[in-house]
């Protein structure tokens, strides 16, 4: 499974952004795909994820805030994110979890800056 994340960027605090990932390759089972992010000097840590059945979990720090969402027909998880605060700086990762082979696939990182 491959991975492509796109739409970081540069926001001053108060904006918003929207992260978009396609998955491709072997996409047969049931799934979940999801956000992480990873600020400099931090481990890195869910936002949100989704199943395909559409479950949700989102982090504490972004409930009300952020709002994922996936089309399945085309293999995309998205990531709505209002109300950006400098916190929110870090680099987000997609993620895929095969649940029938317990495999985690990442993509490359969209780096997201909230300026104060």
């Known amino acids: 499974v491959q991975l492509q994340a796109s739409g970081g960027g540069t926001v001053q605090a108060g904006g918003s952004l929207r992260l978009s990932c396609v998955a491709s390759?072997?996409?047969?089972?049931?799934?979940?795909m999801g956000w992480y992010r990873q600020a400099p000097g931090k481990q890195r840590d869910l936002v949100a994820d989704?199943?395909?059945?559409?479950?949700?979990k989102y982090a504490e720090a972004v409930k009300g805030r952020f709002t994922i969402s996936r089309d399945n027909a085309k293999n995309t998880v998205y990531l709505q994110m209002d109300s950006l605060k400098p916190d929110d700086t870090a680099v987000y990762f997609c993620?895929?979890?095969?649940?029938?082979?317990?495999?985690?696939?990442w993509g490359q990182g969209t780096l997201v800056t909230v300026s104060s």
């Open positions: 989704m199943t395909g059945g559409g479950n949700i």
């Open positions: 993620n895929f979890f095969d649940m029938a082979t317990a495999l985690d696939y």
């Open positions: 390759g072997s996409i047969f089972s049931v799934n979940v």
